[in-house]
């Protein structure tokens, strides 16, 4: 029986086998090829997982995954992803780590992409992503038995992360950092949750909480090179025993975006950031100060010694030093300059930059239920009418920046006046928009899909806003159907943008590998010609009484006894019975068209003269 394919012409072949194209795609074939060069052929994804199923633990899947990051981190090289899933993952622990080892870290390198936040093996979506939900822990406790108040820590890793020179292709995102105690000699001394060691590494979505140093108790940032780049974090909790309770900065750049620095405190000076030496300096953008302590000077920001810092749509607020909860306790210079524009700092800035402001900012709760500062129940989110609505410069907002809950930036509240910089929407001061909403984020990154286009990091072929990434790829071989189909590598016979190898299930009954919907059906009944015990008559039930490979609808002899239907006066007699001329059984005797005990008992009576009883 003859296959027909009319729903396309071959445009050309693949290995010798005609190849067609959608002709609803527009995309042209070097385009679309470009694609496949645009995807890293061995991009390296490396899992890790402490509730590993196994049996082998050697970093391919999630359920055999290694149990431990520093395995990861050993086997990983540039150009590689390591996805952690949930759970708390200790320096020490590890192929080739000693374990109680207060030196041990997790080292960064360039070109590697340290990823948390994982659902991981056991999952239904092992790679669903939700940094707070699935909160993936680095521990600087290697006992395991910290308690209140900093109390257990003696054996304590001295810094959890360590960033050498390393550039910003060395990313750290969406990881909760605790429990470090840099209290140590020389080098030991500072950053106890992080040290950025003369590198320029990426930090994004990641949380400083709970950590102890002589100086820069959350991070120290020391010594040269570009300097690092914080983005959507947050610097909770930590102590200084000396300077920078959350943040120190001497000898290089650091820049922060959409970060947070909530109840940190410094023994001397910086209880939120401390910025020192004539080549450190500061940019500080969309960033929420609150309830910040040094026992010095700078309650939430410490400019000295020749540094200079810049702050922008920034909020400043009950921050205390020795000297109370002024301006200077918000922001304090020593033989240094800063710059600050459009943010609300507490007791006013006299200093240079324009359209601050020194009115109550309004939280929604920032004590919380608990009435305590500093844990997890405070909102530092805008409460409507406050002044710090609209109210930034638009100027110092990237047009892919997030708040800090992940939400779009510059949303527009029709209830303020805008007193900010730019054209409607305005963004908003500080760490969260008022109002705003999540952006389209297919991937779950952390980036919006429209940025991620825009900067080259996603492909979008099609041009219809989706990284290609996101895209549907029903193979799976990370190439998206819509790619595969348009340069002819699989094919689309039903132009539903769907390869039609995914549409065989159920959907190709003669097994040639061609979707049932686009072969021939003449008579129209949904079973197709090849299939079809009556091609040119519509029987969906395929009825074949006599099993001759001829459907009841089409076939002239039903029963197959030699009378033809148009003549036979039982269609449906048993097979095999012995028929008369006009296709009744012969022994049919009350002319029912079946033989059963009726006919018999009229049989008996006509032999005996009397019926059966």
Same mark, same amino acid.
């Given at each position: 029986m003859q296959r027909i394919r009319s729903y396309a012409k071959p445009r050309r072949t693949v290995d010798g086998k005609a190849a067609f194209r959608s002709p609803v795609s527009l995309i042209p074939v070097l385009l679309v090829a470009a694609f496949l060069f645009a995807v890293p052929a061995n991009a390296q994804i490396i899992f890790v997982d402490q509730h590993a199923t196994g049996p082998t633990q050697d970093g391919t899947s999630w359920c055999s995954a290694f149990l431990d990051l520093q395995d990861a981190l050993q086997v990983a090289v540039a150009g590689a992803t390591i996805r952690v899933a949930d759970g708390v993952y200790r320096p020490d622990q590890g192929a080739g780590q000693t374990q109680g080892s207060r030196t041990s870290s997790f080292v960064m390198k360039s070109g590697v992409i340290l990823a948390g936040g994982y659902a991981g093996c056991g999952a239904t979506s092992p790679d669903d992503r939700a940094i707070k939900f699935y909160e993936t822990i680095l521990s600087g406790d290697l006992s395991m038995d910290d308690g209140f108040d900093f109390a257990n820590t003696s054996e304590n890793a001295y810094q959890v992360v360590t960033a050498g020179a390393i550039d910003a292709t060395g990313v750290l995102e969406g990881f909760t950092v605790t429990a470090g105690n840099a209290n140590g000699g020389v080098a030991r001394s500072d950053g106890g949750g992080m040290i950025v060691a003369g590198g320029s590494p990426t930090i994004r979505s990641c949380e400083f909480?709970?950590?102890?140093?002589?100086? !820069? $108790?959350?991070?120290? =940032?020391?010594c040269c090179g570009d300097g690092p780049v914080f983005t959507n974090c947050t610097f909770g909790e930590n102590v200084g025993g000396s300077d920078g309770g959350g943040l120190y900065v001497k000898q290089m750049h650091a820049t922060l975006v959409n970060c947070l620095f909530l109840n940190n405190i410094a023994g001397d000076d910086g209880g939120g950031i401390i910025v020192t030496t004539p080549s450190g300096s500061l940019d500080l953008s969309s960033c929420t100060f609150y309830h910040n302590t040094a026992l010095g000077n700078g309650g939430g920001?410490?400019?000295?010694? !020749? $540094?200079?810092?810049? =702050?922008t749509n920034s909020?400043?607020?009950?921050?205390?030093d020795?000297?109370?909860?002024?301006?200077s306790a918000q922001v304090h210079l020593q033989n240094s300059s800063a710059s600050v524009s459009f943010s609300c700092i507490q007791g006013g800035w006299a200093g240079p930059g324009s359209n601050n402001i020194a009115i109550d900012p309004?939280?929604?709760d920032p004590d919380g239920a608990d009435n305590t500062i500093g844990t997890e129940d405070d909102d530092l989110r805008l409460s409507p009418g406050s002044p710090a609505i609209d109210a930034g410069d638009n100027l110092a907002v990237d047009v892919c920046q997030l708040d800090l809950d992940g939400n779009s930036r510059r949303q527009d509240d029709p209830a303020t006046i805008d007193t900010g910089n730019g054209s409607i929407p305005v963004v908003d001061m500080g760490v969260y928009e008022f109002g705003s909403i999540p952006p389209q984020d297919?991937?779950?990154?952390g980036v919006p899909d429209e940025c991620e286009i825009a900067d080259g990091t996603s492909s979008d072929f099609n041009l219809n806003g989706v990284p290609d990434e996101c895209e549907p790829d029903c193979q799976p071989n990370d190439i998206p159907d819509f790619v595969e189909i348009g340069l002819g590598l699989s094919e689309d016979c039903n132009l539903d943008e769907i390869p039609d190898d995914c549409q065989l299930v159920d959907n190709d009954c003669n097994a040639d590998e061609i979707p049932d919907d686009c072969e021939s059906n003449s008579d129209?009944?949904?079973?197709?010609?090849?299939?079809?015990?009556?091609?040119?008559?519509?029987?969906?039930?395929?009825?074949?009484?006599?099993?001759?490979?001829?459907?009841?609808a089409c076939d002239p002899d039903i029963d197959n006894d030699g009378v033809e239907n148009a003549l036979d006066v039982c269609d449906y007699t048993a097979l095999g019975a012995v028929v008369d001329e006009e296709g009744r059984?012969?022994?049919?005797?009350?002319?029912?068209?079946?033989?059963d005990l009726d006919d018999f008992k009229l049989f008996q009576r006509g032999f005996t003269g009397a019926g059966m009883p």
């Open positions: 909480v709970k950590n102890q140093a002589g100086s !820069g $108790a959350g991070v120290m =940032v020391a920001v410490y400019v000295t010694a !020749g $540094a200079t810092a810049s =702050v909020i400043l607020w009950n921050n205390t020795i000297d109370g909860i002024d301006s309004l939280f929604v297919c991937n779950s990154n129209e009944d949904l079973i197709i010609d090849a299939c079809d015990n009556c091609e040119l008559v519509s029987n969906q039930n395929q009825a074949d009484f006599d099993d001759d490979g001829s459907g009841d059984s012969l022994g049919d005797i009350d002319l029912d068209c079946d033989t």
